[in-house]
């Protein structure tokens, strides 16, 4: 008799990982291609971070720190929260899963806009809960919308703050008059990735509520602005009990001793954080215009990737069309593509092949 994996296992859609730059490469015969794909800091990891892995490497024989003290006292520091109310993760993704392990029990029902990060259904489902999807509005989060589907049965709510894939925020009174609605028993996780980049005086204030003592739950990572998301670590802010329950599910040594030094040496760069802003800021701003001039409709967005939604089943086509020309970006669904903002070359290297490939 051969084994087999429960019903709510076997239809999860995988997540389908891209294939290594060099295969691609390789299959299409071209080389150099740029790689605008996964929301990654195109200028690399910040030198202190290397100076810091470096120092660390004659170390690996040893189990990492399973307390993280020392990027936890640096983080508590710089956000002053006390270190109980800090949790790390192998990526934010891993406190995505502690907090639905935590929180939620097989039949129970996580609410999240759609659409929004694929890891939250994903992790949802396997855990044998339920995902009500509730559809963006004007490529933003609905609140009003969410707050109406609570039910006895909820138990977390999921709001990526900027959106991925659309780079839409939510604002300050949104989010609070959001917080208002959500009884005591449901868990708020404000996944904030991209929250560096964010430029809008508007954006809400997740640590207000934190310290208002709400049941919130704030995501935050090292792989996006500082340049790390090959190592793996993100954290999470939230109430102490929040945090001991979450560390009980934990394992022990869930982040890697190289991804806990680096991490260290990047949170105080400010030089790096700066120059990674800034070059985003001056990317997104030559993409808009370049995006303009082909008349081609995309979201203003507040991260470091513009979603272009498009008027028909063309997204795989242009995919493909792209990776000839060198360049990578994510189809998302049949109908959009989401195209994350590199270097000045590679982004001037992404807007001629849309010229070539022109019409849309
Ligand atoms: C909204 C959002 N949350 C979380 C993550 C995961 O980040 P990490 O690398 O910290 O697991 C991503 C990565 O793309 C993301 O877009």
Redesign the pocket.
Known sequence: MSIKSPEHIRTINPYVPGKPIEELERELGITGSTKLA??ENPLGPSPLAVKALRKGISGLNRYPDGSCFYLRSALSEKLNVGSSDIIFGN????I?ELAVRTFLSPGDEAIMAHPS?I?YSMIVQALNGKSIMVPLKDWRHDLEAMASKITDRTKIIFI?NPN?PTGTINTCEEMDAFMEKVPDSVLVVV?E??YEYVRSGDYADSMKHFRQGKNILI?R???KIYGL?GL?V?YGIAGAEIINDMNRVRQPFNVNSLAQMAAAGALNDQAHIKKSRKTNERGMKYLYKGLMALNVHFVPSEANFIFVPLKDDTALQLYNDLLKEGVIVRPMGPRAIRITVGLPGENKKLMEALKKISPL
């Not at 990526?91 to 891993?94: A, P, R, T, Y």
């Open positions: 996964s929301n990526g934010s993704n891993e995505i990060f890891v990526a991925n996944d990735a991209y995501l990572t090292f792989s998301a793996r993100g």
